[in-house]
Each structure stands twice: as structure tokens, then as C-alpha cells.
Nanobody, 124 residues
Framework: QVQLVESGGGLVQTGGSLRLSCAAS????????MGWFRQAPGKEREFVAA????????AYADSVKGRFTISRDNAKNTVYLQMNSLKPEDTAVYYC?????????????????WGQGTQVTVSS
């Protein structure tokens, strides 16, 4: 069992930056690939970024490539999403998710555990 708690969301202007954190409970965090997904109002949840359980592989949605960076600190049981050059279309609730022994999959169905989400709002 893994529990995930996101933090770091908030209101930022276009072009600004935020860093999201996702803290995981349990002693086996290092065995989980971690993903970030987001859901904007009236839209389906979509993949943002993922990192494999080894940290050696990452994947990004085309819409965030070059602007967002996913990383993990297994000693702190935490995964991060650094978001730069934010745009109004990045406004959404951001969720982190865990996939045991995963390989940075963009597929929601691969992820067994989900956090409650953190709101990111980018003003124009």
C-alpha cells in the first residue's frame, strides 16, 4: 500500500514557475514508477510526465516537453514536477500516481495508487 500526498500547487502568472511535490508513504517507494497527470475543468485526465522506478527513464507529454521536468529523491520518498514557462492551458488539478516496477508509462491504467491532487492555476 502506498499513500501519495501532493503539494506545491497555487496561483501563478503566465511565464512563471511552480514545483510540485508528491510525498509517498511506505518503505518501498524506490520500487515504484511515478507519474504526474492533470485534469482541467470539463476535460479528461491526461498524462503529463513519468519517471521509472530506477529513475533512468522519463517520459513527457508533447505539450510540456522542454518546460516541465520530473525527478525523484528516493531518500525522501518524494517525486517532483518542476514546471517552468507556465501557460493558462496548464491550469488543472495535478495528480501523482505510483506504478510498481513501472517504466514511465503514460497510461493511467498502469498506475495502482493515486493522490488527491493539487490545484495549479495560471493567470493570463
Amino acid at each position: 500500500q502506498v499513500q501519495l500526498v501532493e503539494s506545491g500547487g497555487g496561483l501563478v502568472q503566465t511565464g512563471g514557475s511552480l514545483r510540485l511535490s508528491c510525498a509517498a508513504s511506505g518503505r518501498t517507494f524506490s520500487r515504484y514508477a511515478m507519474g504526474w497527470f492533470r485534469q482541467a475543468p470539463g476535460k479528461e485526465r491526461e498524462f503529463v510526465a513519468a519517471i521509472s522506478w530506477t529513475g533512468g527513464s522519463t517520459a513527457y507529454a508533447d505539450s510540456v516537453k522542454g518546460r516541465f521536468t520530473i525527478s525523484r529523491d528516493n531518500a525522501k520518498n518524494t517525486v517532483y514536477l518542476q514546471m517552468n514557462s507556465l501557460k493558462p492551458e496548464d491550469t488543472a488539478v495535478y495528480y501523482c500516481a505510483a506504478d510498481q516496477y513501472g517504466s514511465s508509462s503514460p497510461r493511467e491504467s498502469q498506475y495502482e495508487y493515486w493522490g488527491q491532487g493539487t490545484q495549479v492555476t495560471v493567470s493570463s
